[in-house]
């Protein structure tokens, strides 16, 4: 089955700690992205990776870092300088830039800060 | 300042009838607009795209519209069924993102 998996769905951390997010795809999609989604509020871009080795700040990174180490992994590192990381995260893949592709969407991870 | 603004109320509706979401945006000037579904604590699925020069679009039971002079869109959703009951987004596209509405939330009765 092809896909985007994200792992774990739900996490928790304490104040001052960094936390991965995993997200993976098997769909050969070139570009993978990162949204934040809060009650009440569209889906904020955090990163954008077009390809491998490259990726891109989207409206809302400070506090964020990714890697693009391969094409298929895209993972998210929520940092302490975060001020307010509790939120549903989202990874999506597309062939290419969303201007003409749909976006393939994992199930999400849910980050509680305790 | 950007903006996309869909309905602001839930919409409960009854089964059988035809539901209608807008989706209007302010400095924007896309050259595709997309509707995704999102249900309670998962990830969005595409459903349809319509492209600037398109007036609307056809999906078994769904149909969007893409006006650009009201810069507006509507999605429809006929005949609808309880299982139609879910979260609507708008999402429009530039040249390397897509910015997000905040969704409509759907109910049908049975």
């Known amino acids: 089955d092809g896909g985007i998996t994200q792992s774990p769905k739900y996490l928790f951390r304490k104040e001052g700690q960094n936390v991965t997010l995993s997200c993976e795809q098997n769909l050969n999609h070139d570009a993978m992205y990162w949204y934040r989604q809060d009650p009440g509020q569209g889906l904020r871009l955090i990163y954008y990776s077009q390809i491998v080795n490259d990726f891109q700040k989207g409206d809302i990174a400070e506090g964020y870092s990714v890697s693009r180490e391969k094409k298929e992994s895209f993972p998210l590192t929520v940092t302490s300088a975060q001020k307010n990381p509790t939120a549903f995260y989202l990874c999506?893949?597309?062939?290419?830039?969303?201007?003409?592709?749909?976006?393939?969407f994992g199930p999400g991870t849910r980050l509680t800060v305790l | 300042s950007q903006k996309i603004e869909q309905n602001s109320e839930a919409l409960n509706i009854q089964e059988g009838k035809t539901a209608t979401l807008t989706c209007n945006y302010t400095?924007?000037?896309?050259?595709?607009l997309q509707w995704y579904r999102q249900d309670p604590g998962r990830g969005p699925v595409f459903l349809l795209l319509?492209?600037?020069?398109?007036k609307e679009k056809r999906k078994e039971r769904l149909k969007v519209t893409f006006d650009t002079t009201l810069k507006q869109s509507l999605f429809h959703i006929t005949a609808s069924q309880p299982a139609d009951s879910a979260t609507y987004l708008c999402?429009?596209?530039?040249?390397?993102?897509?910015?997000f509405g905040a969704g409509t939330t759907v109910t049908v009765r049975a």
């Open positions: 319509i492209r600037e020069n398109e």
């Open positions: 999402a429009l596209a530039d040249d390397y993102k897509l910015s």
């Open positions: 999506a893949s597309s062939i290419a830039l969303p201007l003409n592709n749909e976006q393939f």
């Open positions: 400095n924007y000037s896309p050259a595709y």
